[in-house]
Nanobody, 115 residues
């Protein structure tokens, strides 16, 4: 069983920055691909960024050049640095981790970008 707890969400103005963190209950070295997803009201959940055990990252086209995903093994977190935020980035952001054939999700953290 893996527990994931997100933090760092909040209200920010257009063009601002936020840093989300996802704390895992097991060592990051045990987890396969980890990622951040988001769901806006009335829309389906969508991929934001993923990071495998290695260093090759993947981003949605809508966030490329603005968001950066990283693993912090010292804190055992997966972080999402979000810069140049836009109102369209408003959503609940979820952390996801894969362990073997199973996937685990956090409870989500709200990000609201005001215009």
């Amino acid at each position: 069983q893996v527990q994931l707890v997100e933090s760092g969400g909040g209200l920010v103005q257009d063009g601002g920055s936020l840093r989300l963190s996802c704390a895992a209950s097991v060592s990051l070295f045990r987890l396969n691909t980890m990622g951040w997803y988001r769901q806006a009201p009335g829309k389906q959940r969508e991929l934001v960024a993923t990071i495998p055990r290695g260093t090759i990252t993947n981003y949605a086209d809508s966030v490329k050049g603005r968001f950066t995903i990283s693993r912090d093994h010292a804190k055992n977190t997966v972080d999402l640095q979000m810069d140049s935020l836009k109102p369209g980035d408003t959503a609940v952001y979820y952390c996801k981790a894969d362990l073997g054939a199973r996937e685990y999700w956090g409870q989500g953290t709200q990000v609201t970008v005001s215009s």
